[in-house]
């Protein structure tokens, strides 16, 4: 008899979970959150950053005991549509994903939304023209990020530079909206002039070698400052600038943004002059949302992280305190 009762709850619940969820996904997980399974596509692990988003995320829903299907797309776009329709096929009760760039995502969400299952952006926006296509978007303010930099950068140099800056991956929000905070910044001061600018893609590998070429060009000589959209880029980069025989953090000034552990050591060793924090311990926040969600309570559209700049000055006593 047993057996039947719970072959008759397994179908029941199989059957149940086929197909559209009524309402948008606000059926999503009859049984609460704890019976909630959610999909997650995550961009890669391209940098520091994301290696301790990525741990802040798995930890949150193992402590909340909420299943995740956690899927890694090595920064490729079409890795992470196919994981979202994955999601589709396994009828999960909420989506989530940092999109690896901000354009080509309306057929996917239409899809999504079509299957009644909530979506969450975290980390970065993507740009549609239907916001009900995603529930709320959980990040940083990047533009801010990049005023900052170029605020601090003004008051560091007197509002003299002559910026070489490694970009982050092309098309992505945080690359966007970076360059535009910090050009916004220092757009106030004449003699701070962007004279090199090429994408390092948010690694430390290819910041070092870009760093090298912009090195070998006949205007090297010229650059005072760097500007790198994240700490990894311009870890590969103070690599890059030891070995062509600089003294990186006093021959060039250098303004990173992310606030890893890595940074902090660079400035505590006097290599880097400063960080503007990017926090990435969202896993808290993703899954207040996911609860909220799935308990029907209403849910910001737009959750801001806060977060700050460290200079030198503050880097050895920080550095204790740094969770990534
Ligand atoms: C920012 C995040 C960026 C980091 C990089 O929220 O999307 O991607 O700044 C990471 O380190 O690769």
Redesign the pocket.
Known sequence: MKKFIVLGATLLLALSGCGKKEGGGETAAPGGAKSATVGFSQ??A?????TA?TQSIKDEAQKRGIKLIFSDAQQKQENQIKALRSFIAQNVDVIAF?PVVETGWEPVLQEIKQAGIPVILT??AVDVSDPSLYATFI??D?VEEGRRAGKWLAEKTGGKAQIAELV??PG???AVD?KKGFEEAIAKYPDMKIIKSQSGD??RAKGKEVMESFLKAPDAKQITVLFA????MALGAIQAMEEAGLKPGVDITIVS??G?KGAFEAMAAGKLNCTVE?N?MIGPQLFDAVEGIIGKKDVPKRIVVQEGVFDQSKAAAELPNRKY
């Not at 391209?46 to 994301?50: K, T, V």
């Not at 959209?229 to 990894?232: F, I, L, Q, R, Y």
Request: net charge negative; proline share 6%.
């Open positions: 961009i890669g391209e940098s520091a950053w994301r988003n940092s980390d970065r990040g940083s990047f982050g991956t992505s929000a945080p970076r948010f690694t959209h994240n700490d990894d943004i992310d890893v990017c990435p």
